[in-house]
């Protein structure tokens, strides 16, 4: 996978499942071998850690779109090793499907594209289940590999 110097903007090729949800991927980024989860701060709300995560859009697959938004959100260079599952929430404006994969970290880079607008922080399965707020995201984390080996 290429990786741009600049986070895509707009949504004129945003998916959007057959219920009118815009489709949603993301990743729970894993260090195997210290057995952590990359957490990064929102945008809207930069006191909250969440899990990578963004639109899937019509000139990529499911996993090169969650992908793309981990190297655009947290700098993560890394491989899919697994679908976590599709969780959809309605209670916003705009409904979403959220599809979790599992991602195996090979390399954090110092300069992405969302770098002046976050900050990424390493926790612990159990650090990362307390502190992402969002059901979907909670349960792409419980999900996860780490979560087998609790």
């Known amino acids: 996978m290429k990786h741009e110097a600049t986070a895509r903007t707009g949504r004129d090729k945003q998916i959007y499942d057959e219920n009118g949800a815009r489709v949603v991927t993301g990743c729970v980024p894993i260090d195997v071998n210290n057995k952590r989860i990359l957490l990064i701060s929102s945008r809207k709300h930069p006191s909250r850690w ?25 700098g ?5 090793v697994g679908f976590l599952g599709v969780w959809c929430e309605t209670q916003k404006k ?36 307390d502190l992402v707020p969002r059901q979907c995201m909670k ?7 780490l979560g087998h080996s609790q």
């Open 76 to 80: 993560v260079k890394g491989s899919i």
């Open 139 to 145: 349960e792409a984390v419980r999900r996860c590999s």
């Open 50 to 74: 969440i899990l990578p995560k963004g639109g899937w859009e019509s000139d990529e697959d499911q996993e090169t779109s969650a992908m793309r938004e981990c190297w655009e959100e947290a």
């Open 94 to 129: 705009t409904p979403c499907s959220f599809r979790f994969f599992e991602m195996h970290v090979q390399s954090l880079e110092e300069n992405w594209p969302e770098s002046n607008e976050r900050r990424r922080k390493w926790a612990t399965y159990e650090e990362a289940l």
